[in-house]
């Protein structure tokens, strides 16, 4: 059987993540603080297939149990692969330098960088014993990339995300059978994370027009697009070979 662990999974992105999973035969573990309307229904169509996980991302020392309490809710003896797609993230806080807000920086950078790291280290310290192919997929942002004024703590946290990736590839390359990782960029996606940047502070925030115009011209691209993108390359045999990667160079 194939098992995927999602975290994020109460919407955007990662609701979409589990519905094209699910759809395609998969179990999954969808985590997130609180089980969404949405998340619901979708276990309505899944009853066997989709269990729900609360988790904060945020609780760091929570999260190599809650790994294993996830681990535990699949019959591993029959897994031929398990997918760990670390989704959950948030921009906030959209602030310079010299205006951080310590609690939602401590914050952003626990749920958008030390909780990927955790669970994949969780993920492969326990799954030892495991007889699976392993592949994790950190949803990250070109922000991690190219500067954008006011998101330093969002980018610096991708940063983060994509470097981490690369060291966990070079790691598991010595290994007889590595486990898979990548760090992902979804492009630009319409989510409620994308109407918390179109409802920014334009003094925070100078790009605003930009995805405020994205949103008017129709430049974003469905949940659903991306995720079915993502998936069809975390599935694929080149998934890792590139350590970073943004879908947008894939083929449609
Ligand atoms: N949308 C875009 O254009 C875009 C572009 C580049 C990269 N990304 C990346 O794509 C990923 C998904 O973003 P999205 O656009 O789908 O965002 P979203 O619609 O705002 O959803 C964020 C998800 O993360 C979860 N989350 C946030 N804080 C959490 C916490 N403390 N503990 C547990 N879960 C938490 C939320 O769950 P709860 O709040 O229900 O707990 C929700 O399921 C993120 O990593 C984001 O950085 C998005």
Known sequence: MQAAIVTGASRGLGLALCADLLQRGFTVIGLARQESTALKQLAGHHPDRLHFLPADM????????????ALTLLPTADLQQLLLINNAGVVAPIASAGFYPTTELLQAIAVNLTAPMLLTDALLRLSDDLDCQLRVACISSGAAIKAYPGWGVYGSSKAGLDHFCRHVAAEQQERARPALIAALYPGVVDTDMQATIRSSDP??????????????DGGLSSPQQAARKIIDHLLSADFGQHSVLDIRQLPD
């Open 58 to 69: 945020a609780d760091s020392a929570a999260l190599s149990g809650l790994l294993a309490e």
């Open 203 to 216: 003094a925070q925030f100078p790009n605003k027009e930009r995805f405020d115009a994205l949103k008017r």
